[in-house]
């Protein structure tokens, strides 16, 4: 069916290799599928002036100049805003043992993930899940909520964040490092979201640093 009205919409990764990249190919497809004018851009320069500017898996903030193009401009943040604003609030989550993380679908002004929210929603995980099913399970629910709000931005009404804001910090190679004396029950939420490519968990024993990954397989 398609909509009463097209509209114009951008969605910004703003780096081509980040791990949202084929989602964002993906919610690109599915926007123009149900009949609005959506294109997918991995630099600022190229935002149009439009209606919806989706600003997903981003790197950097936005300035007026670029907020001020279109209408809405939207980011999808994995925890329950104000709590854990900032960086990598899934992994630092995960890390604190919650397998129900609250999802939160805002519009972005030039605080750091301090604007009206429209949506809040929660990704469930089974506690066995490692960095790329990780992912993926949110990448999967980050396009849901964005063609939920495309689908209803006529009923949805924007509502203040309430509460006192907490923040998680950027994740530095020194998060990564694990302490060989605990064990595997105790390190297992770090090493499944760990990177195994980009960024191993290490460890220090006998004065040399040693790289641990972990691979989910099936052995009869």
Known sequence: MKPKSKLI???LVDNKK????KFANYLNSEIKKIGHDSVYVNDKENIREGDVCFL???TKILSKKYLNLNKYNIVIHASDLPIGKGFSPLQWQILEGKNDIPITLFNAGEELDAGDYFIKDTLKYEGH???DELREKMGKKINE???TFIQEINSLRAK???GNSTFYSRRTRADDLIDPSKSINELFNHLRIADNDKF???FKY???SYILKIEKVNIE
């Open 9 to 11: 919409i951008t969605i």
């Open 18 to 21: 980040s791990w949202f990249d």
């Open 56 to 58: 997903l898996s981003c």
């Open 129 to 131: 899940e490692l960095l």
């Open 145 to 147: 909520m964005a063609i």
């Open 160 to 162: 203040k964040q309430e």
């Open 200 to 202: 191993p968990v290490y």
């Open 206 to 208: 006998l004065g040399y």
